[in-house]
């Protein structure tokens, strides 16, 4: 197998699978918009469910393991791409369809793995690995998640931080989401352009989700 071809897989099928992860992920955290009331008690015993179900563990390991090889396959193909720049530069100036998106994957990519790490370093790690100032709990006995969040959020540097990040979110979704579909192998005429809709649906709701998610809590 061509060696090209097997890093697009690599990186079309962990993109596709971090995709879902976004949706579950944005759904979870539209709890943060409603009233203090429900959202704290929902909220928590969901994120408890997570950290305690053996299957989710195992999800969660792939999720890691697909963040790790989407990058590194892509950083892989980057640096392939820059040793054949003359090569690359006929087939940006032909390309007619490229986007802005599609001919900046990398640096998008690169910007949101750097948010993904500092999102990781204050959530991740404090509440599942208790790195960093300790976690209440909340009347339930659940850890306090709610309470995590709702705190760094009402810092308007962090809530500015998360919706700038959202940007080039919806932009590597955009073209991320209908490539990888290509690069699996799937051709066909309306279903292409049913996908190239999809995905474009997909990063306005990803991107005006996850940006819209710290406002309101802000002003909660
Ligand atoms: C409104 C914005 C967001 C909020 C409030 C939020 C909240 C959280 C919380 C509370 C956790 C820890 C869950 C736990 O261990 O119980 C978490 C984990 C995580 N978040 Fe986010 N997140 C947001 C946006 C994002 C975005 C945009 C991405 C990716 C681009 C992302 C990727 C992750 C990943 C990979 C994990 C680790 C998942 C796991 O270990 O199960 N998050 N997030």
Redesign the pocket.
Same mark, same amino acid.
């Given at each position: 197998m061509n060696v090209l071809f097997y890093r697009k897989t690599i990186i079309a099928a962990t993109g596709l699978f971090?995709c879902i +992860?976004?949706i579950v %992920? @944005?759904s979870?955290?539209a709890i943060?918009i409603f009233p203090e009331e429900v959202a704290r008690g929902w909220?928590n015993s969901y994120?408890?469910t997570?950290?305690e179900s053996p299957l989710?563990k195992i999800?969660?390991y792939l999720?890691?393991l697909s963040?790790v090889l989407h990058a590194l396959y892509a950083l892989l193909i980057t640096i392939r791409n820059r040793k054949a720049k003359p090569q690359k530069y006929v087939m940006d100036q032909s390309s007619e369809n490229s986007t802005w998106a599609s001919k900046n994957m990398g640096i998008l990519g690169t910007l949101?793995l750097i +948010?993904?790490i500092i %999102? @990781?370093a204050n959530?991740?790690a404090r509440?599942?690995l208790g790195i960093g100032e300790s976690v209440g709990f909340d009347a339930a006995g659940n850890?306090d998640?709610y309470e995590?969040?709702y705190s760094l959020?009402h810092n308007i540097y962090f809530v500015l931080f998360?919706v700038i990040?959202?940007i080039p979110?919806a932009f590597h979704l955009y073209h991320g989401f209908k490539s990888s579909f290509k690069t699996l192998g799937f051709y066909h005429k309306k279903g292409t352009a049913i996908i190239a809709k999809t995905s474009l649906v997909y990063a306005i709701i990803?991107g005006v989700?996850?940006?819209l998610?710290?406002i309101i809590?802000y002003f909660k």
């Open positions: 971090l +992860f976004l %992920h @944005l979870a955290n943060l909220y994120s408890t997570l950290r989710i999800v969660a999720l890691y963040i949101i +948010f993904i %999102h @990781l959530f991740w509440i599942k850890k998640v995590v969040t959020f998360y990040c959202a979110l990803m989700g996850f940006g998610i710290p809590v």
